[in-house]
């Protein structure tokens, strides 16, 4: 491996920078060349990324497998390893506004998303800190015997393009307070974000080397290394159920744990004795469609309304639509950014006018912005009179498009919600809580928000095919990146 870079080298550049791949502890120069990073806000290069080789992301993970048998990791104390996570965390929040700014120009992160995507990440890490602290073996029965949890040993990492600086940060850190080693694979489309991380934890964390790598391949065959080599002894995925089976399928051959954070198809239940303001419509319009131009899985983008209060809120919610400044993240004032890719946007105009052929009304959107003619932008859009059943109420469209359906009572709304592959998300809305609160409980999803008191610390995931395991969620979350382990001790 050639060493291109290393230590503080790179600390006098922005980090929207030209990488090299990371490789047990040195920045490494990819056999397969490079490819260019597009910043959907402009559709021009901002610049380019490491094509590692199939044999690259091999030896990524032999440098995490030797970390792991070999190396002072996995023996560290709790203690230590905290130390080393708050270092990281401290140093994210150093350079929250760095990372802000890669956000803007990668990944179209406006500034009402900043705390989400950026400001939290660092608070994030500084907790699986926290919680690498509180591992403790726990007696079991009468005492003799003892419950304690390992680490499972080298992890692949593998990251969407939509929170790519969040979702890194948070399965790295869990993945380390566990006591693994780690190979990261951020998405093409987002290849910075994972750079960047590795950057900061090589210049200012005691991370030894070798137990984060970060590789950014193109190639399917390369990607699917890890997922299926033996030396992996766990994937962790974020992205589509599509890809998510086949991640599952793959690992399946060496019987890996997997943890698979999938798609979404979230209901929002609005009953008919809720009390709606502007201000709880603006939420549910960003809940809905607008949070990230709609490219987040925890999204409830199906809104069901009671027959007697379904045209005053559409009409409401409509007239907050037409008022949302889209555009270039750059600018403060912008609301919502663009989509990710020319791909993704087709994908997003195909699946609305598909619903519009389907019998569904278009209340508004349905475009792009006419005044915006670069970049990856759409309107939001609303969607009237589709049928549960409709492809548009049933896929996951990953852009700014909600689907308002009517319900005649409670046990057809429940019925409605759970018309789905998915189970992410959801949320009730209604003045007498004990009724909300025994609808949300009909749901089947992973988490459901009643009058929007979300879910707080608690395990991350989805029910059917919104995945399997939990992210997050205090020491539940550490878990999933361990094996338990029951010893008998002697008398």
Known sequence: MTDIRAGNQMAESPLVDTYELYIDGRWVQAHNGRYDDISPSTGA??????????????????????????????????QERAACLTQLGEALKAHADEFFALAQDEWGCTANERMMQVDSVAFMVLRAGQ????????????????LCHEPLGVVSILTPWNFPHSLNAMKVSRALAAGNTVVLKPSPLTPLAGLALARIIDEHTDIPPGVVNVVTPSSIEASKLLAVDPRVDMVSFTGSSAIGREVMAAAAGTMKRVLLECGGKSASIVLDDAELTDELLQRMLFESCLLHAGQACI?????????????DVVESLVALARRVKVG??????????????????????DLVSR???????????????PTLDTGYYYEPTILTHATPDAAIAQEEVFGPVLTVMRYRDDDQAVAIANNSQYGLSGAVWGTDAERAVGVARRIRTGQIAVNGFGPGDAPFGGFKQSGLGREGGGI????????????????
């Open 131 to 146: 919680l690498a602290t509180t591992l403790r073996e726990e007696p079991i029965g009468s005492g003799t015997t003892v």
């Open 476 to 491: 539940a979350g550490l878990h999933q990146y361990m094996e338990p382990k029951a010893i008998g001790m002697p008398a």
């Open 45 to 78: 290069t901002i610049a380019t990324a490491p094509d590692a080789s199939e044999s690259q992301v091999g030896e990524a993970i032999a440098a995490a497998r030797r970390a792991f048998d070999q190396g002072e990791w996995p023996a560290t104390s709790h």
């Open 328 to 349: 270039d993240p750059a600018d403060p004032d912008v609301e919502m950014g663009p989509l990710i890719s020319e791909q993704q946007r087709q994908r997003v105009e």
């Open 299 to 311: 999204l409830h983008s199906r809104l069901l309304l009671p027959d007697t209060m379904h045209d």
């Open 355 to 369: 619903a519009l052929a389907d019998g569904a009304t278009l209340a508004i959107g349905g475009r792009r912005p």
